[in-house]
């Protein structure tokens, strides 16, 4: 298991943007070198937890929760063959693109150490907008994507330091559980009744993902 590719975005104005201020840092490159990655702070506050990397809409991205997003190459191939394009690292719009490793397998709470210094924690999965869409060019590309339930990881930093291209990912943690980023993904989107079952995981999970899985269980309880 390895890094594949670490990728960063700059602020770029485009029509498609969810954020009222109408730029979007989706449109991530493979960075050369090394790259300090950081806890950046609270939710709704800080920006991406990548240095150099912009963040536009801090009320689904960013934040010491969502400070750093994966996908693995292998999705992005299986993507490239049913779109019938090239897909670049970094092309939908992940900090990490990964190489051998289970992301939407990953637990929540799961810890990946990369190279010697980082050490990164699963929250959830990523949650498909209208900006995804948009920089895609896919037309019904929100709901194509959610049904796929493999959305790529969100993940905490446990650990900061520096990453590059081509370092190792060690599984350092998993925990005795077996919520996955797919499964609640699919829980948060299109299986809401498995939402209660999520919170065995309310320990480690993303705020607004857990913010909503006890606002469901507490309005339905377990069905």
């Known amino acids: 298991m390895k890094l594949q590719s670490v990728n960063a975005g700059q602020a770029k ?10 730029v979007t840092g989706i449109d991530k490159r493979p960075v050369d070198g090394a790259v300090r990655v950081f806890a950046p702070g609270p939710k709704g ?25 994966a996908f693995a190459r292998e999705d992005l191939d299986s993507w490239e063959r049913e779109l019938g394009r090239p897909l670049a690292d970094g092309g939908f719009g992940e900090n990490l693109t990964t190489r051998g ?22 929250t959830g999965g990523r949650v498909p907008c209208n900006t995804f869409q ?9 709901r194509r994507f959610t049904r796929t339930a493999a959305p790529g990881a969100l993940l905490r930093v446990i650990e900061p330091g520096t990453i590059q291209a081509g370092d190792p990912i060690e599984i350092a943690h998993r925990p005795d559980h ?33 913010h ?5 269980a507490a309005k339905y309880g377990s069905r």
């Open 134 to 142: 948009g920089h895609l060019g896919e037309r019904g590309w929100v």
């Open 45 to 69: 506050v800080a920006r991406s937890g990548v240095e150099g990397d912009f963040v536009s809409d801090l009320r689904f991205h960013g934040g010491d929760d969502r400070a750093v997003t």
């Open 212 to 216: 909503t899985a006890r606002e469901y």
């Open 101 to 122: 490793l289970d992301v939407n397998g990953a637990l929540i709470g799961e810890r990946w150490r990369i190279g010697t210094d980082v050490l990164l924690e699963v």
């Open 178 to 210: 077996d919520i996955t980023v797919a499964l609640l993904f699919r829980a948060a989107t299109l299986e809401r009744e498995l939402l209660p079952r999520t919170l065995v995981a309310a320990e480690w999970m993303e705020s607004g993902l857990l």
């Open 13 to 22: 104005a485009v029509g498609y943007a969810d954020a009222a201020s109408g």
